[in-house]
Nanobody, 119 residues
Framework: QVQLVESGGGLVQAGGSAYLSCTAS????????MGWYRQAPGKQRELVAS???????NYADFAKGRFTISKGDTGNTWYLQMNSLKPEDTAVYYC?????????????WGRGTQVTVSS
């Protein structure tokens, strides 16, 4: 029943910005962590940033100083602001949520949204 949907991807110029959103629906999960991952052509999926329900944040080295992760008050929505984009940021960006439904641990993934940065 739980579904995650990303939005905000598209084509941007180098040096520009993008703002990604993730919305969880049918969510009865006690959320532990929310995050963003990305997968570029020829590369493995990698963590971009994460934020816990308590507000603790972790960034990949390439994201520090350029990207900002945040979450809404309800815990059903979280965001990724990306500035100073580079062509190497081109990837499919996925939102992720991990938590508990009762005592059952589960991870949930969105379908991804394409971000393309032109040179």
């Amino acid at each position: 029943q739980v579904q995650l949907v990303e939005s905000g991807g598209g084509l941007v110029q180098a040096g520009g910005s993008a703002y990604l959103s993730c919305t969880a629906s049918g969510n009865s999960v006690r959320t532990i962590v929310m995050g963003w991952y990305r997968q570029a052509p020829g590369k493995q999926r990698e963590l971009v940033a994460s934020i816990t329900s308590g507000g603790n944040i972790n960034y990949a080295d390439f994201a520090k100083g350029r990207f900002t992760i945040s979450k809404g008050d309800t815990g059903n929505t979280w965001y990724l602001q990306m500035n100073s984009l580079k062509p190497e940021d081109t990837a499919v960006y996925y939102c992720n949520m991990g938590g508990y439904m009762g005592y059952q641990r589960n991870d949930y993934w969105g379908r991804g949204t394409q971000v393309t940065v032109s040179s």
